[in-house]
């Protein structure tokens, strides 16, 4: 079983930029696929990005180009780089693992991935 923590979250101003980590520890990352997602207070669960054991990265399509996902095999972590922030962008933001593993399939939605961690905040200002 896999348990992952997210942090790096915070306060930035729109136009700003933060990296987000998830520590993942119990599992090696490299053996899996893993997620990110974010959560607005009263919308649901989004898609933001993944990363396969073969580093193999894809995004939400309204994303791409401002966020990069990455993994550090040696260091079991994943990270979410993410500028040119909006307000919009403003979630609690969650890095999850996929639960069939790396099948070749790109999967986007939240019941594919399990072992949630406890999320980290971002908030962007206007």
């Known amino acids: 079983q896999v348990q992952l923590v997210e942090s790096g979250g915070g306060l930035v101003e729109a136009g700003g930029s933060l990296r987000l980590s998830c520590a993942a520890s119990?599992?090696?990352?490299?053996?899996?696929?893993l997620g990110w997602f974010r959560q607005a207070p009263g919308k649901e669960r989004e898609f933001v990005a993944g990363i396969t054991w073969r580093q193999r990265t894809y995004y939400a399509e309204s994303l791409k180009g401002r966020f990069t996902i990455s993994g550090d095999n040696a260091k079991n972590t994943v990270y979410l780089q993410m500028n040119s922030l909006k307000p919009e962008d403003t979630a609690v933001y969650h890095c999850?693992?996929?639960?069939?593993?790396?099948?070749?399939?790109?999967?986007?939605?939240?019941?594919?991935?399990?072992?949630w961690g406890q999320g980290t905040q971002v908030t962007v200002s206007s």
């Open positions: 999850a693992v996929a639960i069939r593993g790396d099948t070749g399939n790109y999967y986007r939605s939240a019941t594919d991935f399990a072992s």
């Open positions: 119990g599992r090696p990352i490299s053996s899996t696929v």
